[in-house]
Nanobody, 125 residues
Framework: QVQLVESGGGLVQAGGSLRLSCAAS????????MGWFRQAPGKEREFVAC????????SHAGSVKGRFTISGDNAKNTVYLQMNSLKPEDTAVYYC??????????????????WGQGTQVTVSS
């Protein structure tokens, strides 16, 4: 059974930083793509970043490129999202996801089969 558990969310002032972690268990293949999505109130879930579990390919949404960085530690089965220069518009629930799509990059929620419970990130102005 696959489980994804996010942590690291919280309240931060604009311009600050946070690092989200996603601890994965039950993934038996290296062919998975791990992703981060976010959803603000009243908005659709949107792609933030993804990484190939078996390699170092990464992709970031244009709105976060240069500010956010996705990385992974396969030994710890953990994926990170380092978020710098945070803005109030980054406020959302952030979700970790895992999928076995062979499409790269995977940016649609329906390309990911497994989801974490989400962690709240709030950026004050």
């Amino acid at each position: 059974q696959v489980q994804l558990v996010e942590s690291g969310g919280g309240l931060v002032q604009a311009g600050g930083s946070l690092r989200l972690s996603c601890a994965a268990s039950g993934l038996t293949s290296n062919n998975y793509i791990m992703g981060w999505f976010r959803q603000a109130p009243g908005k659709e879930r949107e792609f933030v970043a993804c990484i190939r579990r078996s390699g170092d390919w990464t992709s970031h949404a244009g709105s976060v490129k240069g500010r956010f960085t996705i990385s992974g530690d396969n030994a710890k089965n953990t994926v990170y999202l380092q978020m710098n220069s945070l803005k109030p518009e980054d406020t959302a629930v952030y979700y970790c996801a895992a999928g076995s799509s062979f499409v790269w990059p995977s940016t649609r929620p329906d390309e990911f089969r497994y989801w974490g419970q989400g962690t709240q990130v709030t950026v004050s102005s």
